[in-house]
C-alpha cells in the first residue's frame, strides 16, 4: 500500500491521529497532535482513509516512552504514547466536539475533567482469554491474542491472578480476574478511586432541597446509596436482578429498589411525585437511554437532571432530544480509563 507523509492536527474519539492529504481525511492510531509522521495506508474509503504510523519524522513534545511492552500491539490502550496531561486535554476537547457536531449545542458549559490519581495500576479486575496456550487480550485491528505477562493498568493484585492463571493448566476461553477483597461500593467499579471521585462531585452539585431522587439504571445502587443522605427519599432503578437484590440488601430506610425497565416505572414515578421536588439521575449504558425516556422526561420534567454517560455519542444525542425542555448547565468529563480512549461524562440539566 502507499506509504504518505501526514500532519497530525488532532485526535479523534477513538483515539486515532487525525490529517489531511489531497483533500481527504487519513486516521493514524499512536500519534500526537502537531507531529509530521510517515504513514503506510491500509484502507481507502470514499471520504476518509485509514492509516498505520511507520515513522516520526517530527516528534510532538508531549510523545512520552509507553510503559506497556505490549502497547500498540495490544488492543486494550490507545493512548500510553501521550502524556497524560495532553491525554486529558484531548478528551475534554473531543467531549466538547460531540456535542457541538451531534448535539447541535454551539455554547457548552464545559467543566474541568476528573483526573486520575493514578494513570497507571487503577484497573481492579479484566477480562482476558484464553487460547491454544496463549493468555492475554485481543491485537489491535486483529482477531489474535496477544500474550500478555503483566498488565501496568491494572492493580498489582490482577497481576498476581494473571501469573495464576498462566501458570494453570485452563481449558480455553475467557476469564475474569479481580483483586481480592472489596473495599465497599467503589470497588464494584473498574476503577475506584475515580468512581468515588465522581459521586462525590455529584454530591457536592446536586440541588440541596430535593425530596426525591429517582437513580435510573442505578445497578447495584451506587449513586443512590451514596447520594440517599441528601435527600427524603431514594427510588433506583434496574434491570439485572442480581444487581437490585445486591442493592436491596444494603438498603437503608431511605433507599428503595424496583426492578424492570426505566420504560416501565418511571412513568408512574413521574405521576406520583412533585416534579419540583425531584432529581432524577440516568447512567444508562453505552447505547443511552431509550426515545420512550426522552419523552416521559420532555412530558412531566422535574426540576433537575443528572446524566451520567459512558458514551459521549449518545449522550449527545439524548441532550439533543431533552433540550426543549432542560437547559444544559454543565458538562464534567471524567477519566475513568486512563491510557484508554474511553470517556465517561456528568451533565447538569435544569428544568427550562
Same mark, same amino acid.
Given at each position: 500500500?502507499?506509504?504518505?507523509? =501526514?500532519?497530525?492536527?488532532?485526535?479523534?474519539?477513538?483515539?486515532?491521529?487525525?490529517?489531511?492529504?489531497?483533500?481527504?481525511?487519513?486516521?493514524?492510531?499512536?500519534?500526537v497532535p502537531g507531529e509530521k509522521v510517515s504513514a503506510r495506508v491500509v484502507r481507502e474509503k470514499k471520504k476518509f482513509g485509514e492509516a498505520? =504510523?511507520?515513522?516520526?519524522?517530527?516528534? +510532538?513534545? %508531549?510523545?512520552?516512552?509507553?510503559?506497556c511492552p505490549y502497547f500498540g500491539i495490544c488492543g486494550g490502550c490507545s493512548y500510553q504514547h501521550i502524556h497524560y496531561a495532553r491525554q486529558l486535554e484531548i478528551k475534554t476537547r473531543q467531549v466538547a466536539e460531540i456535542l457541538r457536531r451531534v448535539g447541535r449545542f454551539s455554547e457548552i458549559p464545559m467543566r474541568d475533567i476528573i483526573a486520575a490519581p493514578e494513570p497507571y495500576g487503577y484497573r481492579n479486575r479484566i477480562r482476558v482469554h484464553r487460547l491454544a496456550g496463549v493468555t492475554g487480550f485481543f491485537a489491535h485491528r486483529a482477531p489474535t491474542l496477544v500474550d500478555i505477562e503483566r498488565c501496568p493498568i491494572s492493580l498489582p493484585e490482577v497481576n498476581a491472578a494473571l501469573r495464576r492463571l498462566r501458570r494453570s493448566p485452563v481449558? %480455553?476461553?475467557?476469564?475474569?480476574?479481580?483483586?481480592?477483597?472489596?473495599?465497599?461500593?467503589?470497588?464494584?467499579?473498574?476503577?475506584a478511586k475515580v468512581a468515588q471521585a465522581m459521586v462525590s462531585f455529584v454530591a457536592s452539585n446536586v440541588r440541596r432541597g430535593q425530596a426525591l431522587l429517582v437513580d435510573a439504571f442505578c445497578g447495584s445502587g451506587l449513586f443512590a446509596s451514596q447520594l440517599a443522605p441528601v435527600f427524603e427519599q431514594t427510588i433506583g432503578i434496574e434491570q439485572n436482578a442480581f444487581a437490585i437484590a445486591q442493592a436491596r440488601r444494603n438498603a437503608t430506610q431511605r433507599e428503595r429498589y424496583l426492578e424492570g425497565t426505566?420504560?416501565?416505572?418511571?412513568?408512574?414515578?413521574?405521576q406520583s411525585y412533585d416534579s419540583n421536588g425531584t432529581t432524577i439521575l440516568l447512567d444508562p449504558p453505552a447505547t443511552?437511554?431509550?426515545p420512550r425516556v426522552i419523552d416521559l422526561l420532555?412530558?412531566?420534567?422535574?426540576?433537575?437532571?443528572?446524566?451520567? +454517560?459512558?458514551?459521549?455519542?449518545?449522550?449527545?444525542? %439524548?441532550?439533543?432530544g431533552l433540550a426543549a425542555t432542560f437547559q444544559l448547565a454543565s458538562v464534567t468529563p471524567v477519566d475513568m480509563f486512563p491510557q484508554t480512549a474511553e470517556i465517561e461524562v456528568i451533565a447538569f440539566l435544569h428544568r427550562r
Open positions: 500500500m502507499e506509504t504518505i507523509e =501526514l500532519e497530525i492536527t488532532d485526535v479523534a474519539y477513538g483515539g486515532n491521529g487525525v490529517a489531511r492529504h489531497m483533500g481527504k481525511v487519513y486516521f493514524v492510531p499512536f500519534t498505520e =504510523l511507520v515513522s516520526i519524522i517530527e516528534s +510532538s513534545p %508531549d510523545r512520552v516512552t509507553a510503559e481449558d %480455553d476461553g475467557d476469564y475474569s480476574l479481580r483483586a481480592p477483597g472489596g473495599g465497599g461500593p467503589f470497588f464494584e467499579q473498574t476503577n426505566v420504560e416501565e416505572h418511571l412513568g408512574d414515578i413521574l443511552g437511554v431509550s420532555s412530558g412531566r420534567p422535574v426540576a433537575e437532571l443528572i446524566y451520567v +454517560s459512558c458514551n459521549p455519542a449518545t449522550l449527545a444525542r %439524548d441532550l439533543a
